[in-house]
């Protein structure tokens, strides 16, 4: 049997994967080095290679799409080219170069992409970065932080009287140019920028593409340098993983990309592979998703990418709309999620759906990396139906697993790692990195099968999430929030894993509405919280997560059922659609102490002595 492929119960739809390879080394002190052989097309220097490549190839192939009233919007590989090449000339003559990055606060859209590779085009760095930052009632010091580590040269907003307010009230960026869709007070409309000589592509490898800021997780955020080679390798490393040159990726997404998921993995993924993104405007919320749904409803997609979130949120719509599962498992070949491990429960309501309209399992794939690492440094490149594996080195990468407590520290080498952060004075401030040049990225992972590396990774949580009990044992907060997510069955959506010196693990836990109307017939939203059939199914799930072992870290105590959802204004769910987990703690410090409270609140679930 092959050591890549699960026994299947139904077959599985061709993903189109290439051979999987791996090479393992053993060290006596227990280290694994894991390394991926395979090579790699390096045809691309620069970002915008693939851009004159696919504009000359396939000039009338759609690129990008967005909708535009009850249709779409869209933009050839050759109308691409030309208004990049034009754009580039137009900043070029604005002043702005590889020490005067751009600085990009907007949502993604078409003129997001054209004026970010105009940018790079010309060696200038792109930066986009939370379009979050600036909407009213947005933290100020955000946008202030991030412009005082980019020292932009100028500013590209999407909406120049949405963003205006917060561009005005951000002092670092007085006398800094404005660039909008349209012309508008204070702003330079892309119409003028387009009237200038289109400018060739004047990027180097070694310059950086992209400025692209961490998620802030573990603290403030850094502003990551991508280089043109790091973007250019990556996309070459994805596309190695599979055989389909004759069958370019078909995208619907709303991955932001001011994040590297969606910026690199997504958007210039699918340009270096010559593919076509439908830009989808929906989040992976009760009350945003609905656009979502409506793009998938219309467009059948080859390659579809989404949050934890979001797939627990499109089990419910496929379970119930016919039409949508038939039009979304007409063609698809690939799902994958990113971002955060994701329940079980959420991969095999999929897969039961997928079987029911084709007879076939569907590979469900994950990738895992940073900001610093492409972001891709290992995937999942073969057929799978099991969540929570990382997968293997991507071609061109090694990993070396240093042993950490009943499982590994993980550290990559590879040519898409970044060469290291913008430094306060403006020059490069190296990435953390081990005596023997590899990357210390944090996270921890162990063996799906201890004795055959080759049946991949798991992930075992961020390292600086994990805490202690009162009693010393040792929280892995990560693993254990997958799992009992995984247990409790699509009631909870996410959950926030606190417990540091306490006497034991308690969970805040966010609701998933649809899941719980289906429990509560008739039931207002407002109220699902104390529905008895919500409550039940969370402390049933609960109790089998405790009978279970499965979180490699003792029981869950108690757990308290939140109103609402993550905030995403304060930070308090990351971009990628991931939980900061001690932000969340902070924001609701209240909640937590009545989680912990000598004799807690009726609402709050007692599930251990």
């Not at 945003?288 to 080859?302: D, H, I, Q």
């Not at 201890?450 to 990774?457: K, Q, Y």
């Amino acid at each position: 049997m092959d050591a890549f492929a699960d026994a299947p119960a139904a077959p599985f739809r061709d993903a189109r994967y290439a051979p999987a390879r791996l090479e393992v080394q053993s060290r006596p002190n227990g280290e694994l080095i894991l390394a991926n052989p395979a090579p790699v097309e390096s045809r691309h220097a620069t970002v915008n290679g693939p851009l004159d490549r696919w504009a000359a190839e396939a000039p009338d192939r759609i690129w990008l799409a967005e909708r535009s009233g009850s249709g779409w919007r869209t933009l050839s590989y050759a109308e691409g080219l030309a208004r990049v090449a034009a754009l580039s000339g137009g900043l070029r003559d604005l002043g702005l170069t590889p020490e005067r990055p751009l600085l990009v606060v907007a949502r993604n859209s078409i003129e997001h992409a054209l004026i970010a590779y105009a940018a790079m085009r010309i060696g200038c760095p792109a930066a986009p970065v939370s379009p979050q930052y600036g909407l009213p009632g947005a933290r100020p010091e955000r946008l202030r932080h991030a412009v005082e580590l980019i020292r932009p040269g100028a500013v590209f907003v999407d909406d120049a009287a949405l963003f205006a307010p917060a561009l005005e009230s951000c002092g670092p960026l007085a006398g800094v140019r404005r660039i909008a869709p349209d012309a508008a007070p204070g702003f330079v409309g892309l119409s003028e920028l387009e009237r200038g000589a289109p400018a060739p592509d004047l990027a180097r490898g070694d310059q950086a593409a992209k400025l692209l800021l961490t998620s802030g997780s573990t603290g403030a955020p850094k502003a990551v340098i991508c280089s043109h080679a790091n973007m250019a390798t990556n996309a070459a490393q994805i596309a190695a993983c599979f055989e389909d040159d004759d069958d370019p990726p078909v995208m619907v997404n709303a991955a932001p990309w001011s994040h590297s998921l969606g910026a690199n993995a997504i958007l210039h993924m699918g340009l270096h592979r010559g593919g076509t993104l439908y830009i989808d405007r929906g989040q992976p919320t009760p009350e945003r998703f609905g656009e979502t749904l409506r793009n998938l409803a219309e467009v059948a997609p080859t390659y579809h990418n989404m949050v934890p979130a979001g797939w627990a949120l499109f089990a419910d719509a496929l379970e119930r709309d016919e039409a949508l599962a038939g039009t979304f498992f007409s063609r698809v070949r690939l799902l994958q999620y990113g971002g955060a491990s994701m329940p079980q429960s959420v991969v095999d309501r999929i897969q039961a759906v997928a079987v029911r309209q084709t007879g076939y399992r569907v590979a469900f794939a994950s990738g895992y990396g940073s900001t610093e690492t492409g972001p891709t440094a290992c995937n999942v490149h073969w057929p799978n139906a099991r969540s929570g594996l990382i997968g293997l080195p991507v071609p061109g990468t090694r990993l070396r697993l240093v042993p950490e407590g009943g499982r590994y520290e993980l550290r990559i080498l590879g040519p898409q790692v970044s060469p290291g952060y913008v430094a306060p004075d403006g020059g490069v401030q190296p990435l953390d990195l081990d005596e023997q040049g590899y990357f210390r990225i944090g996270d921890a992972a162990r063996l799906a099968d201890p004795d055959d590396p080759r049946a991949g990774l798991v992930f075992d949580g961020r390292l600086v999430e994990n805490f202690k009990l009162s009693s010393g044992t040792f929280v892995a907060a990560g693993s254990l929030r997958v799992a009992a997510l995984s247990a409790i069955g699509g009631a909870a959506a996410d959950a926030v894993v606190c417990g540091e010196g306490r006497a034991g693990v308690g969970l805040l836990l966010f609701l998933n509405p649809g899941f719980c109307a289906d429990l509560a017939p008739g039931c207002p939203a407002s109220e699902l919280a104390r529905h008895p059939a919500v409550i039940a199914a969370i402390r049933e799930g609960l109790a089998r997560f405790n009978g279970s072992g499965a979180g490699g870290a003792g029981k869950v105590w108690r757990a308290l059922i939140l109103e609402g959802a993550p905030d995403a204004v304060s930070g308090e769910v990351t971009d990628k659609g991931y939980i900061n987990q001690a932000l969340a703690r902070a924001r609701r410090a209240s909640e937590v102490e009545r989680l912990f409270a000598a004799d807690p609140d009726p609402a709050v679930l007692r599930l251990g002595a």
